[in-house]
């Protein structure tokens, strides 16, 4: 079956630094979709990619899904206190059900 | 709109002990979704219904039933708890609109088996 990984685990950054996760698939996507879960918290949509090489771009926040659909990143630049939690990528096959990546948490020092 | 709410927000059983987590939305989705987020393992699906009437089995069904009472509302009921089943669950609901497929998650359950 479909499986995700999703790297690295854990990063932890200085404020100021970039910050980036990858979320790769064992089969082509229909869509990916980010979330964010703060500690404690519940996760929280971010965005949705569909087409081959999409990039979205919300402020200091850079998504890109790749060429063959299989792969995804989420770059953030100069990122702040605010950015700390954990980065899901949800991977959409056929159907619409989400296979989950594991989740990369940062952790940002100020 | 409350969005997705869930009920109770903590719980701790017995081993043998029963309970039901209720979930409920206001946003008028078909599909609803249980999930269990565990340290290190991620979200991983319970159960989902695709709508209201009808639900399937997910990634780690097993100790678990789920009734779709309506459309608003998606319960899941632990017959016999387990240790294993100490987790923090989430519900979730979407609706694909224009494309998009946005989950939206309740606050979470955070269930403790002694």
């Known amino acids: 079956g479909q499986q995700v990984m999703q790297i690295p685990q854990y990063q932890h950054v200085q404020e100021g630094e970039d910050f980036t996760t990858y979320c790769n698939s064992s089969?082509?996507?229909?869509?990916i979709q980010w979330y964010k879960q703060r500690p404690g918290g519940h996760p929280v949509f971010l965005i949705q990619?569909?087409?081959s090489g999409e990039v979205k771009k919300q402020k200091r926040l850079t998504f890109q899904f790749g060429e063959a659909k299989k792969n995804s990143s989420l770059h953030i630049t100069a990122t702040q206190t605010t950015d700390v939690g954990t980065y899901f990528c949800?991977?959409?096959?056929?159907?619409?059900?989400?296979?989950w990546g594991l989740g990369t948490s940062l952790a940002v020092n100020p | 709109n409350a969005g997705v709410t869930q009920t109770p927000k903590f719980q701790v059983l017995k081993t043998g002990q029963s309970m039901t987590l209720q979930c409920a939305q206001d946003?008028?989705?078909?599909?609803m979704y249980w999930y269990r987020q565990d340290p290190g393992m991620g979200l991983r699906l319970i159960y989902y219904?695709?709508?209201?009437?009808?639900?399937d089995k997910g990634e780690v069904p097993n100790g678990y039933n789920v009734s779709r009472l309506n459309k608003r509302e998606f319960s899941l009921r632990l017959e016999s708890a387990a240790p294993s089943q100490t987790s923090v669950y989430f519900c979730?609901?979407?609706?694909?609109?224009?494309?998009?497929?946005?989950?939206?998650f309740g606050p979470g359950t955070r269930l403790t088996v002694l």
């Open positions: 990619l569909v087409k």
């Open positions: 219904s695709a709508s209201e009437g009808t639900t």
């Open positions: 949800g991977c959409a096959g056929n159907n619409r059900k989400l296979i």
């Open positions: 946003m008028n989705h078909n599909s």
């Open positions: 089969t082509t996507l229909s869509n």
């Open positions: 979730a609901s979407s609706e694909e609109f224009a494309g998009q497929d946005t989950q939206y």
